[in-house]
């Protein structure tokens, strides 16, 4: 039997890439993935010049800021102050999760003028509007998406933001199951967004106990409305004129609807 002259085809090499040869801008983009303490502790301390694209106050225009696990909690608000700082001014978006007082809140206000969105988020339900949101909403003048999750907000703070924020477009509120036994409280709030948030495009309501009084004074009050979640706002009635014109003047429109799961877990 004749040998087999066939061969086998040689591998070819990967040229392999030299991350610190990466222009600027996409070695930028890729840090901007990785969280926050691993860029504080790791990444800035690869080279000189990655550490000179992390400092740099443009990788810091959107920060998400949640629980780093740190057994000294002094030790945790000054690692996010100091990313605060980073950002020089230049802040746009942020994200707060379980920060419960005012003093994260506050040191964003005064150093963050140019803030586009503010999302804020508790998994505890029982929560407290800021002791000073008037004032913290008035150092946000070019705010367009305010988010609330389980995170109560005050009538008060609404008509501020209403004279304070003229560009606020989006408006989103998520309360739990318990928000159904506040009584008229979330109905002083829903005549609140209506009474002074004209310019509203988007707003969420979801699980809040407005009655249709509330939704009244909403739709007369915004009627640039083109998107409004009423998911789990069980007090509503929108069988009869008032579901007919929200259907009319409202493009997405997301109805009320029973969710035992949800309301299950709001519970626990």
């Known amino acids: 039997m004749k040998p087999s002259t066939s ?26 993935r990785v969280h926050v303490l691993d860029i504080l502790e790791n990444a800035q301390k690869v080279c000189t010049t990655w550490r000179k694209i992390c400092k740099d106050p443009s990788m810091w225009r959107v920060i998400c800021m949640d629980y780093l696990n740190f057994d000294d909690m002094s030790k945790e608000v000054a690692v996010w102050k100091h990313v605060v700082d980073r950002s020089q001014g230049q802040l746009i978006d942020i994200t707060i999760s379980e920060f419960d007082d005012d003093e994260i809140i506050q040191y964003v ?43 109560e907000i005050s009538k008060e703070a ?39 948030l004209h310019k509203l495009e988007n707003l969420e309501l979801i699980g809040n106990s407005l009655t249709n009084i509330g939704l009244q004074v909403i739709l007369d009050g915004c009627p640039h409305l083109k998107s409004h979640d ?28 029973y969710d035992v799961l949800y309301e299950y877990i709001f519970f626990l």
Request: charged residues 30%; hydrophobic residues 35%; contains cysteine.
């Open 7 to 32: 061969r086998e085809p040689e591998k070819v090499k990967q040229p392999r890439t030299n991350w610190l040869e990466l222009p600027s801008d996409v070695i930028a983009n890729i840090l901007s």
């Open 230 to 257: 009423l998911q789990h706002c069980w007090s509503l009635d929108l069988k009869g004129d008032l579901g007919k014109r929200c259907s009319e003047q409202i493009k997405c429109l997301k109805l009320p609807s």
């Open 158 to 196: 609404i008509e501020t933001a209403g004279r304070y924020c003229p560009m606020l477009k989006t408006f989103k509120l998520k309360g739990g199951a318990l928000c159904r036994w506040l009584g008229d409280t979330h109905n002083e709030i829903a005549i609140a967004i209506g009474e002074n």
């Open 109 to 151: 206000a005064d150093r963050s003028s140019q803030l586009r969105r503010l999302k804020i988020i508790n998994y505890s339900e029982d929560t407290y509007p800021y002791k000073n949101w008037t004032e913290i909403l008035k150092k946000f003048p070019l705010l367009e998406e305010l988010s609330l999750y389980s995170r």
